[in-house]
Nanobody
Framework: QEHLVESGGGLVQAGGSLRLSCAAS????????MGWFRQAPGKEREFVAA????????YYADSGKGRFTISRDNAKNTLYLQMNSLKPEDTAVYYC?????????????????WGQGTQVTVSS
């Protein structure tokens, strides 16, 4: 079982950057495909980015392509999301998630564990 804790959120001006981290407490972090999702006020949770177990493959929603980078350090049991050129529409609570099934996963139902979320607010 994985316990996930996000950090790194905050308030940033448009055009700025943030790096989110997700620390996993389990001993089998490297056996999980990982993902980032976000939920803006009044909207449904949506997919942001995903990464395979080894980190060799990544995939992004169109909203983050060219601006966001997902990565992982299996030795540190940590997942990252580097977000550059942030826009006000990126404002949301960001969640990391872990999936026992391999490969790139873009659907919430594929994920087994979720963090509590970290707030990202981008001011214009």
């Amino acid at each position: 079982q994985e316990h996930l804790v996000e950090s790194g959120g905050g308030l940033v001006q448009a055009g700025g950057s943030l790096r989110l981290s997700c620390a996993a407490s389990g001993r089998t972090f490297s056996s999980y495909a990982m993902g980032w999702f976000r939920q803006a006020p009044g909207k449904e949770r949506e997919f942001v980015a995903a990464i395979t177990r080894s980190g060799g493959h990544t995939y992004y929603a169109d909203s983050g392509k060219g601006r966001f980078t997902i990565s992982r350090d299996n030795a540190k049991n940590t997942l990252y999301l580097q977000m550059n050129s942030l826009k006000p529409e990126d404002t949301a609570v960001y969640y990391c998630s872990a999936a026992a099934v391999p490969g790139i996963r873009t659907h919430q139902s594929d994920y087994d564990y979720w963090g509590q979320g970290t707030q990202v607010t981008v001011s214009s």
